[in-house]
């Protein structure tokens, strides 16, 4: 049991064999074409689709499925005899996908790419580069076109039933598109610039303009994004305002790839570069021989299996890696109250170990467990995650603080707790009132002075009352509990420094 408080929790990262995953080819991609697109349907880790052709310019196109996890592909369109190239894919849910390609050719599959109808989808188009979606709902596709004054950029709002140009913005030729959030999307193209709509597709304004060409996008979330261009690599935290540049050796990087925790990849021409620190800095991740492929998608599982697709049919994975995570809900509780530990690992875990230190129980095999703390003290939590082979673990030093709960109380509340204690911006307090029963939460600086106030009344299945301490000055506050059953509680709080 730790006798001394430590406001800041430490991580420790203890791992073995976690990160020694590469890239490798696939058994069999079923083709030996240009695979310029690639898309797994969410939440699964079986199911993939490519699509491409057989040459550089409006050459028969193919698409390929796996259903083994990326093993093994097999070619599934077009049953009998050729269809125009393919270069975008998306597939929405496993029976539902689109895809677009040459000769204004954009089709639609409802029976997971068994069969495939063409759709009206854009007009006046030379060929379709891209076709994404955020949700069920909402896509876009983008193209070349054959006109000047034609807009690059299709939207649908009724997952792909019907589709309308872009109003503004995308008279250019568009390379790639990508969603950063529900509403916005960033596109670039061989104009060197890079072009941003907030309003889900519709209209687009310039948001950087670096010259050359720009060729892949991808973004992680609002903040974070990556783009391709011909020998540069350029990045943004910040939704676009700043950027950070780059340079490689000669090559194309039409793949990106970005997770919102700063771990990106970029595919060019024979290589794979990633970052993991948002961009600072990118390192090869894998080098191919010169001339062995060129790299056109970086597409991930619900794993976090990453597979990159491009010429004469290659397709290499890397498997995720096995990396420990977890929260516990709350992290400070009261003598004899439990703690809900949830497991945040990626990689394909199938093992869970943990260690609770003065916790009942003091070890669990469960994925997310509840452990219940009898003894007031400072603990240590531990998790270790395996994929059977791989293995990863985290210690999280000095994470759950038990408290007597003793204080300066009469009719001391059933449940009370407060968390994050210390804490700086929110204040939880967790209750268990019956249904109706009214109550009222006072917090008062040592001085005696009310700061804040607050009153509700139960739901009876317990709540949790969250109050904005930010304007709070740092120090020590007194809260006190006032029920209509008679009961009043005091704990003390403690407001971190800003």
């Not at 898309?39 to 550089?56: E, H, L, W």
Request: with cysteine.
């Amino acid at each position: 049991m730790k006798k001394l408080f430590t406001f800041l929790i430490t991580i420790i990262l203890i791992g073995g064999n976690a990160f020694a995953q590469t890239w490798e080819p696939v058994n069999n991609s079923g083709t030996s074409f240009i695979l310029y697109g690639l898309s797994f349907p969410p939440n699964q880790n079986d199911i993939g689709f490519a699509c491409g052709m057989r040459y550089t310019y409006d050459a028969d196109g193919v698409i390929v499925k796996t259903i083994d996890g990326g093993d093994n592909w097999t070619k599934i369109w077009p049953a009998s005899g050729t269809i125009s190239g393919l270069e975008g894919i998306w597939f929405i849910n496993e029976q539902l996908g689109f895809a677009g390609g040459w000769n204004n050719y954009f089709i639609k599959t409802t029976d997971g790419g068994a069969s495939w109808t063409e759709v009206s989808c854009g007009t006046n188009v030379f060929y379709y580069v891209d076709v994404v979606f955020r949700d069920e709902n909402n896509g876009v596709a983008a193209a070349m076109m054959e006109g000047e004054t034609d807009e690059a950029i299709f939207i649908t709002s009724d997952g792909g039933d019907t589709w309308i140009p872009a109003t503004s913005g995308t008279q250019v030729d568009i390379q790639s598109v990508c969603y950063a959030d529900d509403n916005t999307l960033f596109a670039v193209g061989t104009g060197g610039k890079v072009y941003k709509s907030i309003d889900g597709g519709h209209n687009w304004t310039v948001q950087y303009s670096p010259g050359g060409t720009l060729v892949g996008v991808d973004f992680a979330n609002a903040s974070f994004g990556v783009v391709g261009a011909e020998e540069y690599i350029y990045t943004t935290v910040d939704g676009g305002e700043t950027w950070n540049t780059t340079q490689t050796g000669y090559e194309f990087f039409f793949g990106v790839k970005a997770f919102e925790n700063g771990t990106a990849y970029v595919a060019g021409d024979d290589n794979i570069y990633m970052t993991t620190d948002f961009g600072e800095t990118f390192l090869p991740d894998h080098q191919g021989a010169y001339g062995e492929a060129t790299f056109y998608r970086v597409r991930s599982t619900s794993n976090g299996n990453l597979f990159a697709s491009g010429s004469g049919g290659t397709i290499l994975r890397k498997t995720a890696p096995i990396i420990a995570d977890f929260t516990a809900n709350p992290t400070t509780v009261c003598k004899d109250a439990s703690v809900a530990f949830t497991d945040m690992s990626s990689g394909n875990v199938t093992l869970w170990n943990w260690t609770f230190e003065g916790g009942n129980p003091a070890t669990s095999t469960a994925q997310n467990p509840v452990v219940t703390y009898n003894e007031t003290g400072i603990y240590d939590v531990t998790l270790e995650v395996s994929d059977g082979i791989n293995f990863h673990s985290i210690t999280a030093t000095d994470m759950i603080t038990v408290d007597d709960c003793t204080g300066i109380t009469e009719n001391r509340l059933p449940v009370f707790t407060l968390y994050p204690n210390p804490g700086v911006d929110l204040l939880n307090i967790g209750l268990q009132l019956t249904k109706g029963e009214a109550y009222t939460i006072v917090i008062r600086n040592l001085p005696g002075q009310t700061v804040s106030y607050r009153q509700g009344r139960g739901s009876g299945n317990g709540e949790i009352v969250q109050l904005n301490v930010a304007e709070l000055p740092a120090g020590s506050y007194i809260i006190g509990i006032t029920t209509t059953s008679g009961g009043t509680s005091f704990r003390k709080y403690i407001v971190a420094k800003k």
